[in-house]
């Protein structure tokens, strides 16, 4: 079963919409995590959160928010969507945001902008 | 800033052969040094890492060792198989924070 659960697995989303991707731990974790990978950049890490708090924030952009309303959720809310923001957006998860820890992957969402 | 470089684009290989992706790594300390594999359709996921000088990580028939001298944690196996088709990513974790530094992947194809 998979411990990592993102939703939706694919998405196609208008120019200018805006839209939410889910993510849920079932490993007991407190660090979660969202990456994005495409073709430009192979994984590039976006955001940590810590007990439900934000701890890096490497997305320039204000339209990419984190929402955290249990500990054991991540969703990542995209607002004014350009077709540049089309990638695989994965979400991960770690026992705790310490430098040595194992992160562990969701499958991704796959998110087209047309 | 901290920074990892490995192997660019694919590396193609015939099954039974020896394999190696570089990485090299540019960062103060002592950082923890990771292998990620990701397989088509999936996240990446945990090969293995080494935190000190000289230690070695295995997986699967995987190895590479932690190198301060050489500021290189080289990814090898000695016979390759179709079923490690997959994409290869080294990454590293700085001693003082926990944030993940990605190389560039590099892609293993198994010719048959």
């Known amino acids: 079963d998979p411990k990592i659960i993102q939703k939706p697995k694919y998405l196609v989303a208008v120019t200018g919409s805006e839209k939410i991707l889910i993510c849920e731990q079932y490993?007991?974790?407190?660090?979660m995590y969202w990456y994005r990978q495409s073709a430009k950049k192979p994984l590039e890490f976006m955001f940590s959160?810590?007990?439900?708090?934000?701890?890096d924030n490497q997305t320039a952009s204000s339209r990419f928010q984190p929402q955290s309303s249990k500990k054991n959720h991540l969703d990542l809310q995209i607002t004014a969507l350009k077709p540049d923001d089309s990638a695989t957006y994965f979400c991960?998860?770690?026992?705790?945001?310490?430098?040595?820890?194992?992160?562990?992957f969701g499958k991704g969402t796959r998110l087209t902008v047309v | 800033g901290d920074s990892v470089t490995q192997t660019e684009g694919q590396v193609a290989l015939s099954e039974e052969d020896f394999l190696t992706i570089h990485c090299n790594y540019s960062?103060?300390?002592?950082?923890?040094l990771f292998w990620y594999v990701q397989y088509p359709g999936e996240g990446p996921q945990l090969l293995f890492r080494?935190?000190?000088d000289k230690e070695k990580g295995s997986s699967r028939g995987f190895e590479a060792t932690y190198d301060k001298g050489t500021t290189s944690f080289h990814l090898r196996k000695a016979s390759v198989q179709e079923s490690d088709s997959a994409v290869y990513y080294c990454?590293?974790?700085?001693?003082?924070?926990?944030?993940?530094?990605w190389g560039s992947g590099t892609k293993l194809i198994i010719k048959p």
């Open positions: 991960a998860s770690s026992q705790e945001s310490q430098a040595n820890t194992e992160v562990f």
């Open positions: 490993l007991g974790h407190n660090a």
């Open positions: 959160y810590s007990y439900q708090k934000l701890m």
């Open positions: 960062a103060s300390g002592y950082p923890t």
């Open positions: 080494a935190s000190r």
């Open positions: 990454a590293l974790s700085p001693d003082s924070n926990y944030q993940l530094i």
